[in-house]
């Protein structure tokens, strides 16, 4: 089956930078629903659109196309001793952005009092190259397109 709208389409992805270092081995292969949900980056569905399980690609997106720029206004600092014991670097706490929503921090760096905090996503700022082998095609169920994602085994669950 080709893919096309509403296939849901299971996927191997590895992600690398721009110089070819790996980032993400793509053990656990991923599943999509195709046709412009936003399930996976816009670019990623061009480059597979009308392709069949067993084909392969390597695609490169700038940060924009991808995981976005970085804000710098997400990189903040916040008093150790405001901070919930028990959280190290590279642990996560939530914090209201500039905007007031809540947002994921990482805590990148524990410096003497301060604490090192940045809520961009680990990947935004930078250009990477996912490579990709459909593995599996199939029509989408009824639900599954009223839900705009895939369900099973490598799908959402609820
Ligand atoms: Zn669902």
Redesign the pocket.
């Known amino acids: 089956m080709k893919i096309a709208k509403n296939t849901a389409v299971t996927l191997r992805i590895k992600v690398s930078d721009a110089k070819g270092l790996l980032l993400d081995e793509g053990k656990t292969p991923v599943s999509y629903l195709h046709g412009g949900y936003a399930n996976i980056f816009a670019k990623l569905e061009a480059a597979l659109e009308g392709q069949e399980p067993g084909f392969q690609t390597t695609v490169e997106l700038a940060a924009e196309d991808a995981f976005g720029e970085r804000d710098e206004s997400l990189a903040q600092t916040m008093p150790k001793s405001e901070f919930p014991p028990g959280v190290k670097v590279g642990g996560q706490i939530q914090r209201l952005d500039a905007q007031g929503a809540p947002r994921h921090f990482f805590v990148t760096k524990i410096k003497g009092p301060l604490v090192l905090l940045d809520g961009n996503h680990p990947l935004a700022g930078k250009t990477l190259r996912f490579s990709m082998q459909v593995l599996d095609v199939r029509a989408a169920s009824a639900?599954?397109i009223e839900?705009r994602?895939v369900?099973g085994a490598h799908g959402?669950h609820?």
């Open positions: 639900e599954e839900h994602h369900h959402h609820h």
